[in-house]
């Protein structure tokens, strides 16, 4: 069996149950990150780290077909345009780059604090995108190397 | 007791970790050696009351510790044999550090109080965060709102390197299909 091929029965079954629930984590702390500790790097990371879990455990094939990748390519590289772009609207809209325009609401509800959520938003799945990338496109080069020798 | 003295003994155990991670043969204990110290970092930060801080640093430890382990193992290292010229640049080494220590005693004694920062921004931070920009999480206004500037640019300098990344491992896999 190569290296490349996943791990054991165990390893697969537990992480099927448990994945969804690290992505449903992730999401949590990313869309409560004007709340509560956390935000969109801390978030992000956790739903890479979910993705990772399941590149380690079910190998780079299953991986390849389960997560479209071309699609996570251009949500990444779309995510730092769109934070350009709620950027710009604050020059528009209050006078300044980055400005917080959106109506502020009320202290402690989950639909407050203006862009900040959305901001949280868009970094969450910029980070979560580019950390899984980075492992993918190692994991890929290795076994190209692999398969050389 | 006290945060310094939990902080300190946080300290003590990082060094050690440090420590043990040059000093072992196997790469895979060294590379776990090395995890302790930054979830000692993660732990500070909880001493500190800054749990964002905590959360980011534990994932990115993991996160590090993962990429470290699938880049490092199954690889040969060449061992490295003691000589005299490294003996004497290590201990080159430990004098001029001493000397910058000692030097550096009198900034030390002209730092502000531990907890008591010199900045007044941060106090206007803490009066009016939550009423300017409604936000409950006192950190995330600051990263999102007043310093977003910042924001902007991690954002920029995560899509550069993921971009150079992406590209140097590609670049080399497509020649090798060419050549194919």
Redesign the interface.
């Known amino acids: 069996m190569k290296s490349h091929d996943g791990m054991t029965l165990i390893v697969k079954t537990v992480t099927r149950l448990s994945v969804w629930l690290i992505i449903l984590y992730g999401l949590y702390i990313i869309l409560h990150g004007h709340l509560t500790p956390g935000g969109g790097f801390g978030g992000g990371v956790v739903i890479a780290l979910a993705f990772l879990n399941v590149l380690l455990a079910f190998g780079h094939k299953f991986t390849g077909e389960w997560l479209k990748i071309p699609l996570l390519e251009k949500l990444e590289s779309g995510s730092t345009l769109l934070f350009m772009l709620v950027g710009l609207l604050g020059i528009f809209y209050a006078g300044s780059f980055l400005a917080n325009y959106i109506i502020k609401g009320s202290l402690y509800h989950l639909f407050s604090a203006g862009t900040i959520p959305l901001l949280n938003i868009i970094i969450g799945v910029k980070v979560a995108m580019s950390l899984f990338l980075v492992v993918w496109v190692m994991a890929a080069f290795k076994i190209e190397e692999e398969e050389e020798q | 007791m006290p945060v310094e003295t939990w902080l300190t003994f946080v300290l003590g155990i990082m060094i050690i970790g440090s420590v043990v991670a040059l000093e072992l043969k196997d790469i895979l204990s060294a590379i776990i050696a090395i995890g302790i110290v930054g979830l000692g970092v993660s732990v500070a930060f909880l001493f500190l009351q800054a749990?964002?801080l905590?959360?980011?640093q534990f994932?990115?430890e993991?996160?590090a510790i993962?990429?470290l382990i699938?880049?490092f193992i199954k690889k040969d290292y060449h061992v490295e044999t003691p000589s005299r010229i490294n003996l004497y640049l290590s201990g080159i080494t430990v004098i001029i550090l001493v000397v910058i220590f000692i030097f550096s005693i009198p900034i030390f004694k002209s730092l502000p109080v531990f907890g008591e920062p010199l900045m007044t921004t941060s106090q206007y931070y803490l009066d009016n965060g939550?009423a300017e920009?409604?936000?409950?999480?006192l950190?995330?206004?600051i990263?999102?709102?007043y310093r977003?500037?910042d924001?902007?640019g991690e954002?920029?300098v995560?899509?550069t390197?993921?971009l150079g990344?992406?590209t140097v491992?590609?670049i080399?896999?497509r020649t090798?299909m060419e050549k194919r």
Do not use: E, H, W
Not at chain 2, 133 to 137: L, P, V
């Open positions: 749990p964002d905590a959360i980011v994932l990115f993991i996160f993962i990429i699938k880049a939550a920009t409604g936000a409950a999480n950190v995330s206004s990263i999102l709102d977003a500037y924001t902007l954002v920029t995560l899509f390197a993921i990344a992406l491992l590609r080399k896999s090798k």
